[in-house]
């Protein structure tokens, strides 16, 4: 599976957009992008994920560029409840061996 | 409701014991992980299985072992040799689709 690269912190205003970003450059044609997100001292929760077209759901909305390197995880109004560690990671397609790798992320403050 | 539940929360270890820490799934899957997680770092594998009856060292497994006997349960062993266990550990299992569930962890200290 690809490598990713994330800004190890972020921080964001109460009500108005997080934009994270994802550098994946090593992506392969049949690799999907991933996103998770791990309040303190819980497990991880999926948010999206994402092939080539962009994705949006009632949590997110995920936008990848024309090439595939990069991405970037949108949570449109952002609450104090959206602090979190966000990870992205990248895998194979469905029926291969998977073993996700989840690196530092990116450590996201929303404050008031 | 279905899910992956892991017990307990907390867990304290003597010097030179082992601990079990369980993790259970109701949502049918095959594959589950068991992942360690120190202060401030990601996640790391320790063991994963993806079918009843066969399991595979994970990046970590030194001073670890595991069990899957049943397709629910997949129970992690902290052995006396883990000479630095204090950790928050992760289970996570995964279906036929891509995206992994996790549990609430186990936090494993030492007395």
């Known amino acids: 599976d690809a490598k990713t690269t994330q800004p190890p912190s972020m921080d964001c205003a109460e009500g108005r957009a997080a934009n994270l970003p994802c550098n994946h450059s090593?992506?392969?044609?049949?690799?999907?992008v991933y996103w998770y997100r791990q309040i303190h001292s819980q497990g991880p929760q999926y948010i999206i994920h994402g092939l080539k077209n962009n994705e949006t759901n009632e949590m997110a909305s995920l936008i990848i560029t024309e090439d595939r390197k990069s991405s970037t995880l949108i949570l449109p109004h952002a609450t104090l409840r959206d602090t979190a560690v966000y990870y992205c990671?990248?895998?194979?397609?469905?029926?291969?061996?998977?073993?996700?790798?989840f690196g530092r992320g990116t450590s996201l403050i929303v404050h008031p | 409701d279905g899910g992956i539940t892991q017990s307990p929360k907390y867990l304290f270890r003597k010097e030179g014991q082992n601990v079990t820490l369980s993790c259970e799934q109701n949502l049918n899957h095959d594959a589950m992980y068991w992942y360690r997680q120190d202060p401030g770092q990601g996640l790391r594998l320790i063991y994963y299985s993806q079918i009843v009856n066969d399991f595979q060292k994970g990046d970590i497994a030194e001073g670890y072992s595991v069990s899957r006997e049943k397709k629910e349960s997949f129970p992690l062993t902290v052995t006396s040799a883990q000479k630095n266990p204090t950790a928050f550990y992760l289970c996570a299992s995964r279906g036929a689709g891509e995206t992994q569930y996790f549990g609430p962890g186990t936090r494993l200290l030492v007395l």
């Open positions: 990671i990248v895998r194979g397609p469905s029926g291969g061996s998977y073993i996700p790798t």
């Open positions: 090593t992506i392969s044609g049949n690799e999907y």
